[in-house]
């Protein structure tokens, strides 16, 4: 019997197919890769042109890749595309020769049309079973949940023979919203994103703060909510340290001169993967106060560098691992939040490496059982 489960692995190609794997980013699809790579199984990864591995097909924006692209604006938007649609097209090709026998395309951001048709062809040329990951399942932006995007999200979502999710409340999410049935759905935790595989190119240091807001600044991850919570923080003790760290969205205001009086240090730009070790490095606690959302990585890579975190009691949070009930505060309360803050300023201890451990056995379980369940 054990003969026979080897000989599947070793005949059981399995495509990873996701873009979203620039720089830091990349970590998700490693984690996962290396445990399929340990456990037997052979496999091929369509990935960003700046994957930090030296694995896979760098196929996705050489030229559009957000960070590391020299264009702006529409110019960078149809560069992405051009390089979307050939990387299809070449994926197609592969699958028509190697046929292989489980597809992971990982969905993030916008469901454009041509990713539904793309997911229908290779599905028919290939014969495979067709599983989705789904980072977000609702858009991003409010004003997209009615209309083109929903129309082609639902349909992304139909065409998969499997979705799977990193919490539970997407499980949820997937019924509700496009009454998709339970058993259809798959689950295992987020992949741990370790970026002490990823040393910093550069030895910059920052100065030591209390807490850090880190990622871009949208008005769903809070931002607006906390600065004004830090204001009544910052009277209670004036010698806490706040950096905000960022790119500034056009939904989001705030009185930066005022703020900064206070104990704010803003660096309101495009963060570099270097430069986000350097701010996590530099912190005692990330605190990320999300109004609502259904997935975020960030909370390995925080935990990766000794820092700990505060959070929104989101489900996303509480149904974390690696976040203890201690760490969160209750959504949009500010008199919650304002108590976590005083609490965790006054505390010194850190606890995030006992969780490391644990979290990284129990993620290789589960997503050992998963894809054994997939390829069988």
């Known amino acids: 019997m054990t003969k026979i489960k080897e000989d599947l692995k070793k005949n059981t190609l399995i495509y990873h197919i996701y873009w979203g794997t620039s720089g830091n980013s990349g970590l998700y699809l490693d984690e996962i890769y290396e445990v399929l790579k340990n456990e037997g199984y052979k496999q091929r990864a369509f990935v960003n042109y700046y994957y930090p591995f030296n694995y896979g097909d760098k196929l996705f924006f050489k030229r559009g890749d957000i960070a590391n692209s020299k264009y702006k604006g529409l110019i960078r938007k149809l560069l992405q595309l051009q390089e979307v649609l050939f990387g299809f097209v070449k994926i197609l090709h592969y699958a028509k020769w190697q046929k292989p026998k489980l597809i992971n395309f990982s969905h993030a951001g916008s469901s454009f049309f041509f990713i539904y048709w793309f997911l229908k062809a290779i599905r028919r040329i290939s014969k495979a079973r067709l599983v989705v990951t789904c980072h977000d399942i609702m858009p991003l932006s409010i004003g997209e949940e009615n209309g083109r995007e929903m129309k082609f999200r639902t349909k992304i979502f139909n065409t998969a023979d499997n979705l799977i999710v990193h919490n539970l409340n997407s499980s949820i ?57 830090w204001m009544d923080f910052h009277k209670l003790y004036p010698e806490a340290r706040l950096r905000v760290c960022g790119k500034q969205t056009n939904d989001v205001k705030f009185n930066q001169e005022i703020l900064s009086a206070n104990g704010v240090d803003f660096h309101l730009h495009f963060i570099s993967d270097d430069d986000y070790y350097h701010f996590v490095k530099s912190a005692r606690y990330v605190i990320l106060p999300y109004l609502y959302g259904t997935n975020s990585g960030i909370i390995s890579t925080v935990l990766s560098l000794s820092t700990d975190v505060i959070t929104s009691d989101l489900p996303m949070f509480a149904e974390n691992p690696l976040v203890d009930s201690e760490d969160m505060f209750v959504t949009c309360d500010k008199n919650s939040l304002l108590s976590k803050l005083e609490e965790k300023f006054l505390k010194d201890e850190n ?26």
Not at 184 to 213: A, E, G, R
Not at 353 to 376: H, M, T
């Open 173 to 229: 999410e997937l019924k509700e919203k496009f009454n998709i049935n339970y058993d259809k759905i798959l689950f295992h935790t987020f992949p741990l994103m370790d970026l002490n595989k990823l040393p910093p190119q550069t030895k910059v240091k920052y100065d030591s703060v209390d807490f850090l807001f880190i990622g871009h600044l949208r008005k769903a991850k809070g931002i607006e909510f906390l600065l004004d919570a």
């Open 351 to 376: 606890n995030s490496a006992n969780k490391i451990v644990a979290y990284r056995e129990d993620f290789n379980r589960q997503l050992s059982k998963i894809y054994k369940e997939l390829c069988n």
